[in-house]
């Protein structure tokens, strides 16, 4: 009863009744519909209210199938007359669709019926219009055509269209004679006038009596006709014609024919014979209103939907959410028997359970259906469905209704939450501290394999036992303030000795409240038997002086590979410098030796191979020389700046260019979560390069190597990944990886150079570098930079 309010406002016409069909609310649109007040209603018994009605046995079967069977039943159409209040005694002539729906309790019983009804009057009213006006229309052609025939001999016989303008003026139709090229109106039906009662037509051009009609092209249409004889259909044409009362113009439809009209074979003027068609057509939109609105309501609806008919279950209905989860197009669905559509549903049983439904005429609900995943990397995905029989008006089942509701976030939560129980009774199966939660009347909710251990007896069976009669009475004498404590919701810490079954133990614990929507359900226990602890307390205070001695030694040591890192810096440096001299002399000395072989000599036995050996050798010396100044250089301070990372990506892009063409190697970039990175611009490039060049660079040979660059950040620092699916690494490869002069792969150039310089530079501006990687899988490297 508390949402009857909330039945008496809604939009559409209902009625609540009980099942002995007494009135028990009643909505606005349907009083305003019957022209009654709910205190005429409510309380009273349906056929009280409308008495006398030619179509009560209809509804009282209908009703009465209702009650009986528990379904609904529809009455497309009744004619109903409801009462006059102002004449009493009258009834004023209705037509409804009429809907009568059970409310059933739990157990199916009906405890109501909602009466709704559609008012159809101005539907039926419209048909009855449409089929008197084409009859009126198929008497105004035959007049036409009789016009037609009289026009020929009106030369000869005036008194003869006379007449036919006699027969003209009551003619419902609009009939009009316009004479010459200006269309001159020689003749204007009572029908035609009624349209302009203001007006003065007969004498009068078109254009001047009806200026409205200028703008749009009929008079062009009238000249046509005029000049080439050939008759003009208009069907359904808008036309907004000015009011006699100054109103503004209303748009009205019209269908009509333009007809040459001839004398002695010449064409003289032009015949106009046209009828209203506003109340069709306003009709039909109405209808085609009402229509869109369904298909919109389909296909806005928060779930999937569709319809089946017919023996082949021909997809009548599918909305795009229903389409979207059957993974096609709604246009590849629509009209298409349903496994002709998606042959893959058979071989899941939905025919068997399609023809159940038709069979028996009852629904069939589908718990947790999972939808067949596309790829094998699809999520699984999950649906309840409801399967309702569509009935005819002789009440056969002709199609099924199926309703798809989207349940994957509740399966996989609950499937989550129950892995999270067996994980969380395996991981605490597994620890070595008690653990329980017991009521608000202390016993047992739950108790971990430690019990068992403790107290000799499964933990199952301590499940609903009380705390007191499993710990004793001492230990619970003795814990009685904590519980207390912990029962009012506040977490306890505490230790005791001599606790437990076994002598001289100690323990340490905590009590922690179960509060669930503000109020205490009990609380959990966590005991772990400290004895041994307390046994080595004094074992690990004595030997704090050690670690204290350790940690000094440890202090010296640092200093020592301080002094060592300050040594080989400086070495690096003395190195870069004082070696590229010699190396420039050999380069040289081997030019000039180059240059006095004679030509014979040089092409001769293992000549060619020694001086290119010895040039490449020079080559990679003088490499490793320009890395070790990089290796210097790194610890000069570069200023920091803020740069433009896709433009720097680019670039870099560009100078992989000739390697990414050779390799046919993509390069995917997402930076635009983080467009801007503050770093010294030339250590970025180099980081950038370095970390691309080597993803295409140790690429598998059995797949084309595509490599992604993300960014994004946060307030504090940016973060730079570079993924790749390349050869991969194991983790002795990735322990050696950042290694000054090491090298990991043979079959590639390089000097091992390129990824300690990346961490340098990295962690000289105080961020740091790692690599996650599986062999024959692919790497990533992450870049953690700071923002300042």
Known sequence: MALLPVFDALPGAYLLLSPALVIEAASAAYLSATLTKQSALIGRHFFDVFPDNPQTPLLQASLAQVVATSQPHELPRVPYAIPDPARPGHFVQRYWRTHHTPVLDAQGHVTGIIHAVVDITAQVQAERWLHESQAREQAARLAVAAQTEELAAAQRQVQARETFYQLFAHTPAAIAIQRGPAHRYEYVNAA???????????????????????????????????????????????????????????QRYFTFTYQAYREAGEIVGVSTFAYEVTGLVLARQQRERERQQ????????????????????VLEVVNPLMAAMWHRP?????????????????????????????????????????????????????????????????????????????VT?????????????????????????????????????????????????????????????????????????NRARAQAGECV?????????????????????????GRSRGYYILIADVTGLVAARQTAEASAQRAHALADELRLANEQLTRVNVDLDHFVHVASHDLRAPITNVEGL????????????????????????????????????TQLTDIARLQESQAAEPVDLATLVEDVRLDLTPLLTETQAQLVVDVATCPRISFPPVHLRSIVFNLLSNAVKYRHPDRPAVVHLRAHGSA??????????????????QAQLFDLFK????????????????KRMVENAGGRIAVQSQLDVGSTFTVWLPRS
Do not use: K
């Not at 369904?294 to 279950?313: H, I, K, M, N, W």
């Not at 001599?498 to 669930?516: F, K, M, R, T, W």
């Open 590 to 625: 081997l030019r000039v030796l180059r240059e006095q072989l004679p030509g014979d000599l040089a092409q001769t036995g293992s000549v060619p191979r020694v001086l290119a050996l010895l040039e490449h050798a020079i080559e990679r010396f003088q490499l490793t020389l």
């Open 192 to 250: 035609l006038q009624q349209f302009f009662p203001d007006r003065q037509l007969l004498g009068r051009p078109v254009a001047e009596a009806l200026p409205e009609i200028v703008p749009t092209g009929l008079l062009h249409i009238l000249d046509g006709v005029y000049h080439t004889g050939e008759t003009y259909f208009g069907h359904e044409v808008p036309l907004r014609l000015a009011q006699a009362d100054g109103s503004p113009n209303r």
């Open 743 to 758: 090298r990991l792969h043979s079959h590639v150039e390089g000097s091992g150079v390129g990824l300690y310089l990346v």
């Open 294 to 313: 369904l298909r919109d309501l389909f296909e806005q609806a928060p779930v999937a939907l569709s319809v089946f008919r017919g023996p082949t279950y």
């Open 716 to 733: 504090s620092q940016a973060v730079l990944e570079v993924q790749d699916n390349g050869l991969g690494l194991d983790e002795r490869q």
């Open 409 to 481: 976030d509740q399966v996989l939560a609950r499937r989550v939450s129950e892995d999270h129980a067996q994980q969380l009774r395996l991981l605490t199966d597994a620890l070595p501290v008690l653990v329980a939660c017991v009521d608000q009347q202390e016993r047992y909710v739950f108790a971990n394999q430690a019990y068992e251990r403790w107290y000799g007896r499964p933990a199952a069976e301590l499940v609903g036992r009380p705390v007191r009669e499993v710990i004793g009475e001492t230990a619970w004498a003795r814990g009685a303030p």
């Open 330 to 406: 709604v246009a590849e669905l629509v009209d298409q028997p349903l496994f002709e559509a998606l042959p893959e549903l058979e071989a899941l049983g939905l025919r068997a359970l399609l023809e159940q439904v038709v069979r028996t005429g009852t629904p069939y609900q589908l718990q947790e259906w999972q939808s067949p995943a596309t790829d094998c990397h699809a999520e699984p995905r999950f649906f309840n469905f409801m399967f309702h029989p569509l009935r005819d008006e002789h009440a056969q089942v002709t199609g099924v209704a199926c309703v798809a509701t989207p």
């Open 493 to 517: 810490e505490f230790d005791a000795a001599n606790y437990g079954p076994g002598a001289d133990q100690h323990i340490e614990g905590s009590l922690i409240p179960n509060v669930q929507q």
